[in-house]
């Protein structure tokens, strides 16, 4: 088929160059065109695990192209993806001005009964206003505006749109659905399911989603907060709940708190239109506030138990929301930082990917290229991101370039035992030192191999 797609973020670049792997002709538009320049020579303006190789290969078969025309890349699609952003608002509504205007600016050049599909999250009613917007401005109403939420996780999109827990279409008349199952026909022959709903469920369905998976998320940072009073170790509480397949393994790793452009944005919205709608949300209202207390709450903690309240050095390691992205947009070191800041702690920070994007963010640090430099002279060394490189950190090699002796391992990366070894006091999430110390006795036989500081058990109580 041939697809448009328009908005060339995370997004529309992963459904772009994948549905162009699936023998589709894909023509993507971006309001911006130094990245639409940039996108042609096959670099890209964000770090996607395997999608700049895909990019590459996708438009050297040329069944991809950007075009710095919208009216060129829409006018002989049968299907258009809108893939703008929808940024939030300080009132926690989402900014809906760039859908509105993409869809505006696609109006007039579509051809007659091409299919719109807004991939963005939009708040429930959307793709009406929008199919209204296009008739008006058409002055017919033979365009048809379907909702087909994105699922893709950041550092994952590429396998989470080819191989998806399931395809949710939000159509409202038959062949609109039908053509969209056409479509996503590769995927759904290797047994996916295809879920066809109203564009109204379908855009419910999104926000739902993500609130829910929010949701788990802090609930086992709560936990872990209560492991940490009672002497407990949320990595096995979580193990043990997970094993029930009613609630799962997944999203029930504690950490310094949900960030992204996605969840964060997404609970406000929906929290909001449950106000709106006379269905508050309570949970996720209080997810809200839990989630950006806790912030603050784990920078007192650094504070604290680091004896910085009058300045010092902290190294911060992990800028970007997660691993194996160079997003930053609410992530944890966003918050933190600033708070540390505030207490007259000098950061000196380190990412493997994101620098550059927190450096527009956030002002004086000390941007490090290597986190054994940005160790140096530190009191603390603070863990905020999970990335792979942190987890081969040579602890000894960490232990002697630091002038002090704290590891918050905000993502329990480290076994505690080992930690200690190397003369490090350990502070992670839900693991007080003296269950560290149980598991370090089943492990070595029965026998201590070494004692954590003592001081470590009382940190969390601060
Ligand atoms: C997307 C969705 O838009 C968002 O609703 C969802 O919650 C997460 O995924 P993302 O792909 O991360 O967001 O957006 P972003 O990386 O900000 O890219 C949006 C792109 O749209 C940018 O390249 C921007 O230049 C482009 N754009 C924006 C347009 O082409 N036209 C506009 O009018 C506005
Ligand atoms: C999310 C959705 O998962 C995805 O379906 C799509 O709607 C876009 O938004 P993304 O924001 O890329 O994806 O990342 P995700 O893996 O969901 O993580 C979001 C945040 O939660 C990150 O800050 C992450 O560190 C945190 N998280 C995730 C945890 O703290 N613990 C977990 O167990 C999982």
């Known amino acids: 088929m041939k697809i448009a797609v328009i908005g060339a973020g995370y997004v529309g670049l992963t459904t772009a160059v994948c549905l162009a792997q699936q023998d589709n002709a894909v023509r993507v538009y971006d309001i911006d065109s130094s990245r639409l320049e940039k996108l042609a020579t096959g670099k890209l303006p964000i770090f996607e695990p395997g999608l700049e190789k895909a990019t590459r290969s996708a438009l050297m078969r040329g069944a991809l192209k950007f075009s710095s025309s919208v009216e060129e890349c829409v006018r002989s699609a049968d299907i258009v993806f809108l893939t703008v952003g929808t940024p939030p608002l300080a009132d926690g509504q989402i900014d809906l001005s760039f859908i509105r205007s993409a869809a505006r600016q696609i109006a007039l050049p579509l051809k007659p009964a091409t299919v719109v599909v807004i991939k963005s999250t939009v708040t429930a009613g959307t793709c009406r206003k929008i199919a209204d917007l296009i008739a008006r401005k058409r002055k017919a109403a033979d365009i048809t505006v379907a909702s087909n939420p994105e699922f893709l996780r950041e550092g994952s999109a590429m396998a989470d749109f080819l191989n998806p827990d399931r395809i949710v279409v939000g159509a409202d008349d038959p062949r609109t659905a039908a053509i969209l199952a056409k479509l996503y026909r590769p995927i759904t022959l290797r047994g996916v399911r295809l879920l066809s709903t109203s564009t109204r469920n379908a855009e419910l369905i999104k926000y739902a989603a993500n609130a829910f998976l929010a949701l788990k998320i802090g609930f086992i940072n709560d936990v872990a907060e209560l492991c940490e009073h009672m002497d407990g170790d949320i990595a096995e509480v979580a193990e043990g709940i997970g094993l029930d397949k009613r609630i799962g393994h997944s999203f029930l790793a504690p950490g310094p708190g949900f960030g992204g452009s996605c969840f964060p944005k997404d609970t406000r919205a929906f929290a909001m239109t449950g106000r709106q709608n006379g269905a508050p949300?309570?949970?996720?209202?209080?997810?809200?506030?839990?989630?950006?207390?806790?912030?603050?709450?784990?920078?007192?903690?650094?504070?604290?138990?680091?004896?910085?309240?009058?300045?010092?050095?902290?190294?911060?390691?992990?800028?970007?929301?997660?691993?194996?992205?160079?997003?930053?947009?609410?992530?944890?070191?966003?918050?933190?930082?600033?708070?540390?800041?505030?207490?007259?702690?000098?950061?000196?920070?380190?990412?493997?990917?994101?620098?550059?994007?927190?450096?527009?963010?956030?002002?004086?640090?000390?941007?490090?290229?290597?986190?054994?430099?940005?160790?140096?002279?530190?009191?603390?060394?603070?863990?905020?991101?999970?990335?792979?490189?942190?987890?081969?950190?040579?602890?000894?090699?960490?232990?002697r370039l630091m002038s002090g002796s704290t590891l918050f391992d905000f993502r329990n990366l480290f076994d505690p035992a080992e930690v200690a070894e190397h003369g490090l006091r350990y502070v992670g999430i839900g693991r007080p030192a003296a269950a560290s110390r149980r598991r370090l006795k089943s492990r070595a036989g029965g026998h201590m191999v070494a004692p954590l500081d003592k001081s470590a058990a009382a940190i969390w109580q601060s």
């Open 281 to 399: 949300q309570r949970l996720i209202e209080t997810l809200i506030a839990q989630n950006d207390e806790r912030k603050a709450r784990l920078a007192s903690r650094i504070l604290n138990a680091g004896s910085l309240s009058g300045g010092g050095k902290v190294a911060v390691l992990g800028l970007a929301f997660k691993a194996n992205t160079d997003d930053v947009r609410e992530s944890p070191a966003l918050a933190i930082i600033p708070h540390l800041q505030k207490a007259g702690v000098r950061v000196r920070a380190h990412d493997p990917k994101a620098i550059a994007n927190a450096r527009d963010l956030l002002s004086d640090v000390d941007w490090l290229d290597c986190p054994y430099e940005a160790a140096r002279g530190a009191q603390a060394v603070v863990i905020l991101t999970e990335w792979d490189d942190y987890r081969c950190l040579q602890l000894r090699r960490l232990a």
